[in-house]
């Protein structure tokens, strides 16, 4: 196939009698796409057929790549490249960190995304975790916030430990003026006990 003889944009409303053929061949028909007809991505050829969908729910900082399809899957290859470039452009409009699917197609399993690690499932939206199937996922960009936090939260740190820092010298130097008080205190108890053994051990009758 010609990539250029095909293009991808967000599907209308008109689109629905084409999405809904094109579900009922994916199975799909009982899944309740139809209110979420918006939330598709479309390929379109040179005669404005649709020919290949995905879904791209946003939710926060995340989207969802849910229930692809294709009128002939000998283009599938060749569409998925577009409609990928379409949906990164999406993401980076809305500010989306991470993309997610259960989709299992080679491109989507092999080439691109890949199984999420403990830390990354912590970020998996709780509206979908009970969605069936594996995850894969791929981050797209660092949270701004996120990243902002972190700096708060090291910047916090760093001033607390400055601040015991300043209290551990400011004790430090208390201790060192009060060992030197007690120092002279004990010098001038010493100097006082030896002055008063060295009159006291005048032999008698001498003068003083």
Same mark, same amino acid.
């Given at each position: 196939?010609?990539?250029?003889? *095909?293009? $991808?944009?967000?599907?209308?409303?008109?689109?629905?009698?084409?999405?809904?053929?094109?579900?009922?061949?994916?199975?799909?028909?009982?899944?309740?796409?139809?209110?979420? $007809?918006?939330? *598709?991505?479309?390929?379109?050829?040179?005669? /404005?057929?649709?020919? &290949?969908?995905?879904?791209?729910?946003?939710? /926060?900082?995340?989207?969802?790549?849910?229930?692809? /399809?294709?009128?002939?899957? &000998?283009?599938?290859?060749?569409?998925?490249?577009?409609?990928?470039?379409?949906?990164?452009?999406? =993401?980076?409009?809305? /500010?989306?960190?991470?993309?997610?699917?259960?989709?299992?197609?080679?491109?989507? =399993?092999?080439?691109?995304?890949?199984?999420?690690?403990?830390?990354?499932? %912590?970020?998996?939206?709780?509206?979908?975790?009970?969605?069936?199937?594996?995850?894969?996922?791929?981050?797209?960009?660092?949270?701004? %916030?996120?990243?902002?936090?972190?700096?708060?939260?090291?910047?916090?740190?760093?001033?607390?430990?400055? %601040?015991?820092?300043?209290?551990?010298?400011?004790?430090?130097?208390?201790?060192?003026?009060?060992?030197? $008080?007690?120092?002279?205190?004990?010098?001038?108890?010493?100097?006082?006990?030896?002055?008063? $053994?060295?009159?006291?051990?005048?032999?008698?009758?001498?003068?003083?």
């Amino acid at each position: 196939m010609n990539p250029a003889d *095909f293009k $991808v944009r967000r599907a209308t409303i008109e689109d629905l009698p084409a999405l809904t053929s094109l579900w009922q061949s994916m199975n799909l028909a009982n899944a309740g796409l139809e209110p979420r $007809v918006t939330e *598709f991505q479309v390929a379109v050829d040179a005669t /404005g057929t649709v020919v &290949g969908a995905i879904g791209f729910q946003l939710l /926060g900082k995340s989207a969802l790549l849910h229930s692809e /399809g294709f009128t002939d899957f &000998g283009l599938a290859d060749g569409l998925r490249p577009l409609l990928w470039e379409r949906l990164k452009m999406l =993401a980076a409009n809305h /500010g989306t960190v991470r993309v997610w699917t259960k989709e299992t197609a080679p491109f989507w =399993a092999q080439d691109l995304l890949s199984p999420p690690d403990a830390e990354a499932l %912590e970020k998996l939206p709780m509206d979908w975790k009970n969605l069936p199937g594996d995850w894969l996922t791929i981050k797209l960009r660092e949270d701004v %916030e996120e990243v902002l936090s972190l700096d708060k939260e090291f910047a916090m740190f760093a001033a607390s430990e400055r %601040e015991r820092s300043r209290n551990a010298l400011s004790q430090a130097k208390l201790f060192k003026t009060i060992a030197t $008080v007690f120092a002279i205190i004990l010098g001038l108890a010493v100097l006082t006990a030896s002055i008063i $053994v060295v009159l006291n051990s005048k032999p008698p009758g001498s003068t003083p």
